[in-house]
């Protein structure tokens, strides 16, 4: 396993700890309550980046 497994685990809980206070950043901070559509655009994204990180590290 490579570094980049450990940062794929921590890009997942990172992810985790925005879905439970309801913010997520890009440039900026994107709250849940006010721009649901574009917090869980990004949100998706950064999930996607999480895991495709986690994969690659495994080899």
Partial sequence: ???WFYVGIGLILWQ???LYIGVTWTF???YRK???ITY???T???I???IATLISGMY
Wanted: aromatic share 20%.
């Fill in 40 to 42: 869980w655009l990004v």
């Fill in 48 to 50: 996607i980046i999480a």
């Fill in 28 to 30: 900026r901070p994107i």
């Fill in 1 to 3: 396993m490579s570094i």
């Fill in 16 to 18: 985790l700890y925005d």
């Fill in 44 to 46: 998706i994204i950064w």
């Fill in 34 to 36: 006010y721009e649901p």
